[in-house]
């Protein structure tokens, strides 16, 4: 059954990284554009960015532009959002999801979040 896990959420304080994951099974990643979502508290959901299904082009969030990189690891079916600079508006639950293109309009499958939280 196709499954994202998310994973690498928690507590940081302003100014500081984290790396969250996305670790796919039940289908392999190589099919699908993959991206990352946030939803904060009392907010809609919005595309943060997003890796192409044939990993030549990123596009990223202007709020997050030039902190965030997308990445897939070097376990094939994990891929990786390095966010640094973080500041109190990126606290979200941020999610992985898969589907056909970056226009992330209908994506196929969808993790069930992190938590990142950052607060001094």
């Known amino acids: 059954q196709p499954q994202l896990v998310e994973s690498g959420g928690g507590l940081v304080q302003p100014g500081g990284s984290l790396r969250l994951s996305c670790a796919a099974s039940?289908?392999?990643?190589?099919?699908?554009?993959i991206a990352w979502f946030r939803q904060a508290p009392g907010k809609e959901r919005e595309g943060v960015s997003c890796?192409?299904?044939?990993?030549?082009?990123?596009n990223y969030a202007d709020s997050v532009k030039g902190r965030f990189t997308i990445s897939r690891g070097n376990a094939k079916n994990t891929v990786y959002l390095q966010m640094n600079s973080l500041q109190p508006e990126d606290t979200a639950v941020y999610y992985c999801?898969?589907?056909?293109?970056?226009?992330?309009?209908?994506?196929?499958?969808w993790g069930k979040g992190t938590l990142v939280t950052v607060s001094s």
């Open positions: 999801a898969v589907g056909p293109d970056c226009t992330l309009i209908s994506m196929d499958y």
């Open positions: 039940g289908f392999t990643l190589d099919y699908y554009a």
């Open positions: 890796l192409s299904r044939s990993g030549g082009s990123t």
